[in-house]
């Protein structure tokens, strides 16, 4: 079994910037496609960004283009994501998402995980 620990969610004004990273442990053998979702009260879970198991390639949502970075770091199962100019609408519960060994990248299709992070707050007031 694979686990997935978010961290780095809070508290932060509109304008201002949160980190947020997930690592995997268990048993990780293989490498793996991530990605994050976030998910609103009263609203369903939303595609966020992924990146491919090989890093090389990434995915957004328009909501978050331009001010959400994706990175990974390589050979340790590690993803972040870099928040910058957040808004009222992006508070959320923060999800990571892991895929096993994947042979083609949907990193915005939710189905397509196999493990997921039990999730971290993101709060961002006016």
């Known amino acids: 079994q694979v686990h997935l620990v978010e961290s780095g969610g809070g508290l932060v004004q509109a304008g201002g910037s949160l980190r947020l990273s997930c690592a995997a442990s268990?048993?990780?053998?293989?490498?793996?496609?991530m990605g994050w979702f976030r998910q609103a009260a009263g609203l369903e879970r939303e595609f966020v960004a992924a990146?491919?198991?090989?890093?090389?390639?990434?995915a957004y949502s328009d909501s978050v283009k331009g001010r959400f970075t994706i990175s990974r770091d390589m050979g340790k199962n590690t993803v972040h994501l870099q928040m910058n100019s957040l808004k009222p609408e992006d508070t959320a519960v923060y999800y990571c998402?892991?895929?096993?060994?994947?042979?083609?990248?949907?990193?915005?299709?939710?189905?397509?995980?196999?493990?997921w992070g039990q999730g971290t707050q993101v709060t961002v007031s006016s």
């Open positions: 990146i491919a198991r090989t890093g090389y390639s990434t």
């Open positions: 998402a892991a895929k096993r060994d994947p042979a083609v990248f949907r990193g915005s299709d939710f189905k397509w995980y196999d493990y």
């Open positions: 268990g048993r990780t053998s293989g490498t793996y496609a």
